[in-house]
């Protein structure tokens, strides 16, 4: 079965359409954290999936053992495809943040003080990192754990679409 977009030929055949929830995981820890919210909901269409990410925080907050590891969550409803050919970080997204200490040399793998843009992206095929850049120069850094490590209540949403496997 499936749906037709546009004419019954092959090229028009989605054949698979699915909503679901999944569950964001952090990577590292060497605690278990409280939290207020951590939930993700996605929409795959064919190979394309769309998902929404949030974690917020609560009393006890995250710790990691390696605080210079690159912070990821895990948990993707589908694997991403392989890179080739499916762009930057095999996705797209926009994050939205609050009392997160993201910016400056210590936060990020790159070490530049004027990180402007948070950007979410995958790894590994099934892991979220989050990309951190620069308004002053070129260059791109990976979010680290220490930026979140036993930080105050933090709170971080992220829209993306990547192509599953």
């Known amino acids: 079965m499936g749906i037709y977009v546009g004419g019954t030929g ?11 929830f999944w569950t ?5 820890l060497s605690n278990t954290p409280s939290f207020y919210n951590i ?7 064919g190979r394309l999936v769309k ?13 990691f053992s390696t605080l210079n590891d690159t912070f990821k969550v895990s948990g993707l409803p589908f694997n991403s495809a392989a890179a080739n050919g ?3 970080q095999h996705c797209h997204g926009t994050s939205v943040w609050q009392q997160l200490n993201w910016c400056g040399g210590q936060y990020s793998s790159y070490g530049h003080n004027d990180d402007t843009v948070l950007s979410p ?3 590994n095929l099934n892991k979220v990192h989050f990309t951190t850049c620069g308004q002053a ?11 979140v490590h036993n930080n105050t209540g933090w ?4 829209d993306m679409s990547y192509i599953s496997a």
Do not use: C, M
């Open 86 to 88: 499916q762009g930057y």
């Open 10 to 20: 092959s090229a028009n055949h989605i054949d698979d359409y699915e909503e679901g």
């Open 121 to 123: 992206g995958i790894s």
């Open 24 to 28: 964001p995981s952090i990577d590292g």
């Open 51 to 63: 998902i929404h990410g949030h974690i917020q925080v609560g009393g006890t907050k995250p710790q």
């Open 155 to 158: 709170n971080l949403e992220w």
């Open 39 to 45: 939930f993700g909901n996605y929409t795959r269409i």
């Open 137 to 147: 120069v070129y260059y791109t850094g990976n979010l680290i754990n220490r930026a």
